[in-house]
């Protein structure tokens, strides 16, 4: 069984910019859920997603959002870049019961120039 | 103050040592317990998972949770240069799916 997949592995942009990342979940799997880590604040949710529909969302302001479409992949995005975005990204992917553990992918390193 | 605490170590052992590593928290509504290990430029890999309070052991490693005290435990028999890598420790409320981490405990074990 294919792990959960993260695309790009890596990206550079600059202040001011957009960047979008994916994540497709583990098959069969219907919950994926992102997570910020750095070295200063290590891993933060993000937000999470089930059926298309946001269900929680974690401390992080109004540039940050995502989406899932029908077929569970999962996109982020994060509007006008600051320094302090660069960070590994990570997305998790869950089953149906919220009480089952999440499979994290090996992330999106993201650097803000 | 963190809702969770971990050691960021480093810890350093030798080959076939016991590796205890430990979290505490404030929050008492947590009730699903994991720790991961992450190596370098990896994700997060699930070691282990437990649900309120008691003791998981699967092969080499063993869990413990104690709720009334807010503290968690992970031990790491005969440990092995393998097992170098950080170890996360994660908890959630209602659902395994929100999770807050500690800081993650750096680990090396010289051969």
């Known amino acids: 069984k294919a792990g959960v997949t993260q695309t790009p592995r890596y990206l550079i942009k600059t202040r001011g910019q957009q960047v979008t990342l994916s994540c497709s979940p583990i098959?069969?799997?219907?919950?994926v859920s992102w997570y910020q880590q750095t070295p200063g604040q290590g891993l933060q949710f993000l937000f999470e997603?089930?059926?298309?529909?946001?269900?929680n969302k974690g401390n992080f302001p109004g540039r940050f959002s995502g989406r899932q479409f029908s077929n569970s992949r999962s996109e982020m995005n994060v509007s006008t870049l600051e320094l302090g975005d660069s960070a590994l990204y990570l997305c998790a992917s869950g089953a149906r019961d919220p009480t089952d553990t999440q499979y994290f992918g090996p992330g999106t390193r993201l650097t803000v120039l | 103050q963190k809702e969770v605490e971990q050691d960021p170590g480093p810890l350093s052992v030798p080959e076939g040592a016991i590796v205890s590593l430990n979290c505490t928290y404030s929050n008492s509504a947590f009730q699903y317990f994991m720790w991961y290990r992450q190596y370098s430029r990896k994700g997060p890999e699930l070691l282990m998972y437990t649900y309120s309070s008691g003791n998981k052991e699967d092969g080499r490693f063993t869990a413990q949770v104690d709720k009334s005290s807010k503290y968690i435990s992970l031990f790491i028999r005969d440990s092995q240069p393998s097992d170098s890598a950080t170890y996360l420790c994660a908890m959630s409320e209602g659902s395994a799916r929100q999770l807050t981490f500690g800081s993650g405990t750096q680990l090396t074990v010289l051969p």
């Open positions: 997603y089930f059926s298309e529909t946001q269900r």
């Open positions: 098959s069969g799997h219907r919950s």
